[in-house]
């Protein structure tokens, strides 16, 4: 074999062992190359999956901490709404009864000589001005335009109101006299032997029902003997035929 020949078996010898060195080594580099790849990408999704296992386990964490929270919230609400109606129950003003009162018909009206003065006589307000409406006497309608201020003043110091207008009209008459009504003193109050004067009509029918009251029908009054016509008649009044007046009036109204 010639020299030139064997130069070029050994060229290509020399070359292919440099190919497949090359390529050899090229083929390793790409496989530790995808190795390393695989690491980095399984480290990075190992990474993330940590950051989001953290993220879940704090969101779960604010989640559990935010039921927690709502739970002693409302735990403390329907504390806070427990005590608030106990408190509401142990403070709750009790209930009044206020009993109705209890009105008797005009059919059922009664009046004696020896009846207590102290007790009205349970008509209604409409049923009294009703009964004062009917009586003849009134001619010029003084006792019915007052009646429910009488009514009101009866109501206030317990006072029966059949007395307590028969009681006006035998002290000023039923149309009620010059000098009484110019005094505005309609059951003859006297002070040094003349009537008193009063302001106005309504002052001196309180007057008259309030001392009435204080003085000649309670238990201690200076002029008490009793609350019947008889004893009021005893300083009122001391004639003999004073009770027997103020009770016809009274009749006259009950008619």
């Given at each position: ?113 020896g009846m207590d003065l102290n ?79 009063y302001g106005s009509l309504a ?53």
């Open positions: 074999m010639k020299i030139k020949d064997r130069l070029k078996i050994v060229l290509f010898l020399v070359l292919s062992i440099i190919i497949v060195g090359t390529i050899i080594f090229y083929t390793q580099n790409f496989w530790d190359r995808g190795i390393d790849t695989e690491v980095v990408i399984a480290i990075a999704t190992d990474s993330n999956q940590e950051n989001v296992d953290s993220e879940t386990y704090q969101r779960e964490t604010q989640s559990i901490s935010s039921r927690s929270g709502e739970r002693k919230e409302e735990n403390i609400d329907n504390l806070l709404s427990s005590d608030i109606i106990e408190y509401t129950k142990s403070n709750a003003p009790t209930a009044v009864t206020i009993p109705m009162e209890q009105y008797i018909e005009l059919s059922e009206l009664r009046i004696s000589m007790k009205r006589t349970g008509l209604s307000k409409e049923d009294f001005k009703l009964l004062i409406s009917r009586c003849r006497a009134d001619s010029t309608k003084w006792f019915y335009n007052n009646s429910d201020l009488i009514y009101d003043l009866c109501k206030k110091y317990s006072i029966n109101e059949i007395f307590f207008c028969g009681l006006i009209s035998a002290e000023s008459g039923w149309n009620i006299a010059s000098s009484h009504r110019a005094t505005n003193n309609f059951t003859s109050l006297m002070s040094g032997g003349k009537l008193i004067a002052q001196g029918l309180e007057t008259s029902a309030k001392v009435l009251h204080d003085k000649y029908l309670s238990p201690g009054g200076s002029f008490y003997h009793g609350s019947t016509i008889q004893g009021v008649a005893r300083c009122y009044c001391p004639e003999g035929s004073w009770p027997s007046l103020v009770f016809g009036r009274m009749q006259q109204l009950v008619k």
